[in-house]
């Protein structure tokens, strides 16, 4: 990625067919039928097995850290899955499973592949891109050495703190250390994805967990506020002093947020590592800088300043992100963004019954074979046979198609006055 913020780190591609290679190891006939953690361990110690012999300058695997590493993902992934409202209902529980363990086994082997030296340095810059400009209160003084010395106090204690929270998520012992290089690469991964949780905040909106450990530890406060995990979860009560914590309400949120859909976080950095992907295929290394931008939470003042923006410059330079993400939402990769906006066809693309009988009304004979091709599953150039039109025009049929959904969905759609 030939771009102004190649320090952050983004895995398109690479994860993505990792991902995909784990998928297609699954006979179909079987891919309807939930697992449980032992048998969904044994595929993924299989995988991991596989895909740890191909790299030649890591040390061999061992295979009771390998199966134990298995066991962990395998647990998380049952766990979530069984834990989602969205999972139970897609009426493929082991599709989900397959995907979700897919990627985690993706994202632990893109550091095991890195090797323990390049794999911390990999993930020390990643949380210093997010972290660094956090790290000292806004406006002052603070030379780019001093602000240095305090982003790698920050994030050694926030490597504590990931640890000791890998260990109570994986019920491991209170003194565990990861020992092997696929451990720490599993502990990385994990680091990574914890840096990145999204907590609800009191005045509204969220902010990745790693971006409040900073803002906190740059007003000097605690880098952890020992917290009764139990107590958090319970709902609010109007005589205690818990109330006013501003960390417990923080962890209450991310727990309930956790609760309402765990599947959500997984559809959403798919979205973003497959949007980064086509830009950058696209040849649009600045929209990524501008994404990544947003995605930190960066003001448009701020996103000039970095970017070297003038005003004329950033309009257009929003005019053609938002072109591409319209394209990229209602054509390159429409199902997978649909699916984590809940708008898929399963689901009447998001419309309630009376909008969905309202927009069928608008189609054309035409477009609604269309949309009963898409519904079938069949390819564009099946659907493009059928229907004796090109495969440019199914695209461009389909794209229309999206569109007026959208309209239906947000209250926007204006009938022709004829």
Known sequence: MNSKLSNFSFETQEVLADSATFNHEFPEQEQGLEMNV???A???AMELKNRTQLVTRVEAVHPASLQMVAMRIAAEVVRICRSSARIQRSGCVRCWQISLAGHRIAKCLKYYNLGSKQARIELHSTLGAIAYRYIAPMRSPVSFQIRSNLLEDFLQSFYIESL????REHQLAENYTPRTTLELAEYMAFTEQYARRRITLKRGGAQQLLVLRAQGFARRQPAETTLDMELAAEPPRDDG???RCQAMQQVRAAMVLEAIDPAEGFLRD??????????QSNGQPDCIDYLILKLQDFSAPEIDDILGLEARQRDYL???FKYHVEKFAKAHQWQLVHQWLGADLEDNLGLNEKQWQAFCQQLQPQQQRLLQLKRANQSEYAIAQTLQWTTKQVQRQWFQLLELAWQFRNGTFKPKVS
Do not use: A
């Open 164 to 167: 000791t929270v890998f260990r």
């Open 270 to 279: 798919r979205v973003i590592e497959e949007l980064v992907d086509y830009l």
């Open 318 to 320: 929003q005019q053609r």
């Open 241 to 243: 002093e818990l109330n």
């Open 42 to 44: 044994d595929h993924i």
């Open 38 to 40: 032992e048998t969904l």
